[in-house]
């Protein structure tokens, strides 16, 4: 068993589809994008890496699903990193302008994502984030090189330099984990979108993935031209999520959050090729 991490079950495969759960919030984003994964009818393991704090109520959905749970300890940071990157020291350092993170968003919890590199049981892994939809199968990403991620697009063209990491193929390898852990913690050192920021300078080099490998939903309405739903085969609710009650955009976004409740049920999952681009659904 290795150092911070929990696993009754064995793996079934050499590739594995990974989220991240934290609290019942993202069990039930988790919920969803495991029966979107499920149903593209992939062959690779779908694994929950989770935290101590999860209720085994909440991640019973995801056992149901057949997904393989992890538990994760946080890394072993020093007090003064955490409460550098603590959510009110971090949002005041580094606040959100274009959209608005929920209260259950806790930033030092999105470190756990690097315990990926432990799961040296896997030749490639393909890390998603729980506030995600797998609209169509994408088993050829265990085909990408490490590091690749789509590109953080979702205001304008302009953002193309930099990486999303709710999307991204990794190689697993305690070598790079230890390397990761003494390059996360230095004095001093903020990053200013958590994981993301330390995964781009981690990887300056990184793999561009199309953006419809990660379709962001502020496109939704900020680009619309670029929305089109034969093309997409992941989308991201990046900000607001989708199970939040009448949050501040969701007149504008309601036919995705409509989906992501109908992925969640599993009661009324519709046909992609019929859903209407932002311009027909206006």
Not at 97 to 106: A, N, Q
Not at 200 to 224: A, R
Request: aromatic content about 12%; hydrophobic content about 45%.
């Amino acid at each position: 068993m290795l150092q911070g991490l929990r696993s009754q079950t064995r793996p079934r495969s050499g590739q594995a589809f990974v989220t991240l759960v934290t609290n019942a919030d993202y069990a039930m984003g988790a919920t969803a994008l495991a029966r979107s994964i499920v149903r593209t009818r992939t062959k690779a393991d779908i694994v929950v890496l989770h935290t101590a704090g999860v209720h085994e109520g909440d991640l019973a959905p995801l056992i149901a699903l057949d997904c393989r749970l992890i538990e994760v300890e946080h890394l072993p940071l020093s007090d003064t990193f955490n409460e550098r990157h603590a959510r009110g020291n971090l949002h005041a350092a580094a606040p959100f302008t274009k959209g608005r993170k929920p209260s259950f968003h806790t930033p030092l919890d999105n470190f756990c994502k690097l315990r990926l590199w432990q799961l040296i049981e896997y030749d490639t892994c393909v890390f998603i984030d729980a506030d995600v939809l797998v609209l169509k199968n994408v088993d050829r990403l265990f085909d990408y090189p490490e590091f690749s991620a789509a590109p953080n697009v979702y205001e304008s063209l302009s953002d193309f330099h930099r990486l999303n990491s709710g999307v991204f193929v990794a190689k697993p390898s305690l070598a790079t984990f230890q390397d990761m852990l003494q390059r996360l913690d230095r004095p001093d050192v903020f990053w200013r979108r958590t994981d993301q920021t330390f995964l781009e300078t981690f990887f300056p080099d990184w793999h561009g993935l199309p953006i419809f490998m990660n379709m962001l939903q502020y496109v939704w309405f900020t680009m619309p031209a670029l929305w089109d739903w034969n093309s997409i085969s992941i989308l991201h609710y990046q900000y607001e999520k989708p199970w939040e009650e009448n949050h501040p955009k969701a007149a504008l976004l309601r036919p995705l959050i409509d989906l992501w409740h109908g992925f969640h049920t599993g009661l009324d999952m519709p046909d992609i090729a019929t859903l209407a681009n932002p311009k027909e659904a206006a």
